[in-house]
């Protein structure tokens, strides 16, 4: 993958200024502005799997972005649901375990125990769940169909066929994150939003990398600059 130029692909569009400042001024909207956001950051996903030379989409498709932001969102949720039943085991036997202390305790010092025992299993769900909810978010985005998100035995077998993309999907993300959390601290507050607006087009582009990999198009896509039309779409996805 070119991390170099998933950090640097914004600037070469020649209206990224005023992109980047909509994009960090819509996230000043509750809830909404954060989910347009993300389906802004899988358009440009979208562009750079399919080869447009210029992925930074214009504001104009806001309801597409909304609409794809929110289906990434509910994709989201269904895979971490297994991670949010073993948190509410978690907090189950952590507030037991605090109230059997005042009559005995063994049985507070047993259920102490095992909620301890879940720090490092709830670690390694989290990391699965996020990885395959992402591989279950390009299969959608791969092929525009809500249904592919949950074939479940598909999704796990494109994670474990290229973990190493996701790994670095991981890593730039971490990066990216990083780098728009010390803008906001040197700029005192004030360019966080816009920062966080950036670091999301950054993983976006990475995304994009990888499904270049996992999901290759049918067959190459040349648009001029500032095209942003609907290119070939994909084939369906690879079986394992």
């Known amino acids: 993958m070119e991390i170099g130029k998933a950090f640097g692909f914004v600037t070469e569009d020649e209206q990224w200024i005023t992109k980047v400042l909509i994009g960090g001024l819509i996230l000043f909207i509750p809830f909404l502005g954060a989910i347009a956001v993300l389906g802004y950051s899988y358009r440009v996903a979208l562009n750079v799997a399919r080869g447009n030379p210029r992925p930074l989409p214009a504001w104009g498709e806001f309801g597409d972005f909304l609409g794809r932001g929110f289906m990434a969102l509910v994709i989201q949720i269904v895979y971490l ?114 920062a966080v607006f950036y670091a999301q087009c950054v993983i976006g582009h990475v995304i994009g990398q990888a499904m270049q990999r996992i999901f290759p198009p049918q067959q190459p896509v040349y648009a001029a600059p500032g095209y942003y039309g609907p290119p070939p779409g994909y084939g369906p996805p690879p079986s394992y």
């Open 81 to 194: 649901l297994p991670l949010i039943v073993l948190y509410g085991v978690f907090v189950f036997l952590t507030v037991a375990g605090a109230a059997a202390a005042e009559d005995s305790e063994a049985v507070a010092g047993v259920l102490g125990l095992l909620s301890l025992c879940l720090i490092p299993l709830q670690l390694v769900v989290a990391l699965v769940c996020v990885f395959a909810s992402l591989a279950a978010i390009m299969r959608y985005l791969a092929t525009d169909s809500l249904g592919e998100a949950f074939k479940f035995g598909e999704v796990i077998a494109t994670l474990r066929s290229h973990i190493g993309s996701f790994l670095m999907i991981l890593v730039v993300g971490f990066l990216a994150i990083l780098a728009s959390s010390l803008l906001g601290v040197i700029t005192c507050g004030i360019g966080t939003f816009f």
